[in-house]
């Protein structure tokens, strides 16, 4: 095709302008769901996510987008989301009494990926369960909180006012799944937000972005288009510790019942 | 760093491996516990007319200001932001355990002791403020608040209110002891806290502790005072802290048979934390001790005729193993109940510092400042009946 000088600038410029443009849009367009911060309406949502075992490969991409975008402490024991190791021996059937117990490992958080433990084909069971904060529809860190300052936003994140956060470690106490910690920097409590300052501007958290393997999955609950739906229904999904009857709204895929 | 990763046995959420509530937190229920029951034992004379310990009656209300007005600090001092607690008053969360008990504290320091300590001594309060001079003399007139008529119809309703009071205290006391014990309770996350006898558990153990304080401070203060004690008072209160260890060591070992009867998920990992980390804290310190001992101690004085002078070393004996064995107990509640993870697959450590502001330094000065406000009280406001009249 013969394309002369005053075509090619025409067809070079229109590309120019064109790719300057979907370059911004890039990040909504992976985000998933494009949206203005300022058409973001608290009552038109409501945040859950789905994990799915099978998909993850422990790679820790998760772990360390997470302290990175959300400024989280680096030592190995302040996490706002992690990923453990399983290994769970071959059940003893002969032996009802004897139960499953697994072995658990999680070296920094799963932040630097796990090296390899375990040989494949003994008879044993070995899967990766990421784990964050379970976002609770009856959150017991919010009751307890003696201030308020840990509260469940409209759009069903829970959320911590650090500016009014007395550091009594209540809440640190009441959640049943060990997702909270004191920030030493800042004598308050800190655990995952969802990306809050991400989700409401219609991009999904880092975590979920960051997955190689989309074993993670920002789902909202309220949308009766998102992909969530859809997944819940065609799925045997579980949430951790139902037993607590916290309205856990983390929704894991293939959880082994040896999972705590 | 790498220490407090040492101090992990098995495996732990990566957040629990520090421990989020120090010895300081085991102060708390343990001082408030002395409230109560220091409490609950002056209001055996007044409500139900146990003359016999009539002399302890002003002590044991002074004891229970001193501890009461201590009970915060530790709290005040583990708190990340202790400048914000006011939040708890001005902005309480209703559903928190921890921000009503905020408002239970207050109603039983104002409404409750601190009234019935001022009706009970207002009479010696206006008799010191005519007899002193002075800064001394203002101090009194302004504990009066203005109310200087002590003549006997005045001093009948003083009498009559404060026993009004006394009956309103008592089941404040239980409140405010029980509702500690709420706290920890009401935790469902946590199987070593969450159980509905935690409160009442606490309760008693709390009237056991108060009842101990006060015989002890009593034998020590009459020795102080070269007097000696009312023997059918200690007697009678060695009596009852003998009564009320039997109930709260009987809640104990049922809330231990229930749990070791249901086996459920969580007690393989708390039993094994009872058979090693707190074996030394549960077993021998608290139940052993702290426990067993000090009841056969009490009950051998029940039992066999004794001479006055092995009585008293009795209850000295007893009365400081009690108190051993009831701050055992809150130990063993407070940071056992940190030291396994919520997986039940594993085990941390408590590794006390001394000189920081969570550490083993500011614990016992916290655990002597009352005693030091208290003998300030018994200074300010004379708890012996016998001198006004000697």
């Known amino acids: 095709m013969f394309v002369d000088r005053r075509g090619f600038l025409k067809e070079g410029g229109r590309l120019l302008v064109l790719s300057a443009a979907a370059a911004g849009a890039l990040d909504s367009v992976l985000a998933g769901r494009p949206e203005e911060a300022d058409a973001y309406r608290l009552a038109d949502h409501w945040w859950g996510m789905i994990i799915d075992i099978e998909k993850c490969i422990g790679c820790g991409n998760c772990v360390r987008a997470c302290k990175t975008e959300n400024d989280v402490p680096t030592e190995p024991y302040y996490f706002r989301t992690w990923v453990e190791r399983y290994h769970v021996p071959p059940k003893d059937l002969v032996h009802p009494e004897a139960e499953d117990h697994p072995e658990v490992d999680s070296p920094n958080g799963g932040y630097d990926g796990f090296k390899e433990k375990y040989r494949a084909g003994d008879g044993s069971k070995n899967f990766f369960v990421p784990k964050l904060c379970n976002h609770c529809a009856h959150s017991p860190c919010v009751q307890v909180c003696p201030v308020g300052a840990t509260f469940e936003s409209p759009d069903g994140v829970v959320l911590v006012d650090k500016e009014y956060c007395l550091g009594c470690r209540y809440c640190v106490q009441a959640c049943p799944y060990g997702c909270r910690f004191i920030d030493p920097r800042t004598e308050t409590v800190d655990k995952c937000s969802l990306c809050y300052h991400r989700i409401t501007k219609g991009r999904t958290t880092a975590c979920c972005e960051t997955c190689p393997t989309g074993a993670r999955t920002l789902g909202d609950l309220k949308d009766p288009r998102d992909p969530i739906h859809e997944f819940l229904r065609t799925h045997g999904v579980q949430i951790l510790k139902p037993q607590m009857a916290t309205g856990a709204k983390v929704y894991y895929n293939g959880l082994d019942g040896s999972v705590r | ?390």
Request: aromatic share 14%; charged share 15%.
């Open chain 2, 1 to 390: 760093m790498d220490s407090v990763l040492q101090g992990v046995q098995g495996f732990m959420y990566p957040n629990e491996v520090e421990l989020q509530w120090s010895v300081l937190i085991v102060l708390y229920p343990f001082v408030t516990g002395l409230v109560a029951g220091a409490f609950i034992l002056a209001s055996l004379e007044r409500v139900f007319n146990v003359e016999a310990v009539k002399p302890t009656y002003r002590l044991a209300l002074l004891t229970a200001l001193a501890f009461l007005l201590a009970a915060p600090l530790p709290l005040q001092l583990h708190l990340g932001h202790p400048e914000r607690s006011y939040e708890m008053y001005t902005t309480p969360h209703t559903t928190s355990a921890m921000a009503m008990f905020g408002f239970v504290y207050l109603w039983y320091l104002l409404a409750v002791l601190l009234l019935e300590i001022w009706l009970d001594y207002r009479k010696d309060i206006v008799m010191l403020a005519r007899e002193s001079r002075g800064a001394k003399r203002l101090l009194y007139r302004t504990l009066t608040l203005g109310s200087d008529n002590i003549s006997a119809r005045s001093l009948e309703i003083d009498s009559k209110v404060g026993r009004f009071v006394t009956i309103i205290g008592i089941p404040s006391a239980f409140l405010l002891h029980g509702y500690v014990g709420f706290i920890f309770g009401s935790v469902k996350a946590n199987p070593w806290w969450s159980t509905p006898l935690m409160p009442i558990v606490f309760l008693f153990s709390a009237i056991v502790s108060g009842i101990a304080t006060v015989l002890l401070l009593y034998m020590f203060l009459s020795w102080m005072r070269g007097r000696k004690p009312d023997m059918p008072c200690v007697d009678t209160m060695g009596r009852y802290l003998l009564y009320a260890f039997i109930i709260d060591f009987s809640l104990e070992m049922l809330d231990l048979i229930h749990r070791i009867y249901e086996a459920d998920e969580s007690f393989k990992s708390l039993d094994f934390m009872v058979h090693t980390r707190l074996y030394t804290s549960q077993v021998i310190v608290q139940i052993v001790v702290g426990t067993i001992v000090p009841i056969g101690l009490l009950a051998l004085v029940q039992l066999v005729r004794t001479t006055e002078i092995a009585r008293k070393g009795f209850y000295l004996a007893a009365g400081m193993l009690t108190l051993v064995g009831i701050f055992a107990m809150r130990w063993n509640v407070v940071i056992g109940g940190q030291l396994f993870s919520k997986s039940f697959l594993g085990y941390t450590t408590y590794k006390m510092q001394f000189a920081t502001r969570e550490g083993l330094l500011p614990a016992i000065f916290l655990l002597l400042l009352p005693l030091a406000i208290l003998w300030g009280l018994v200074k300010l406001l004379p708890p012996w009946p016998d001198e006004e009249s000697a």
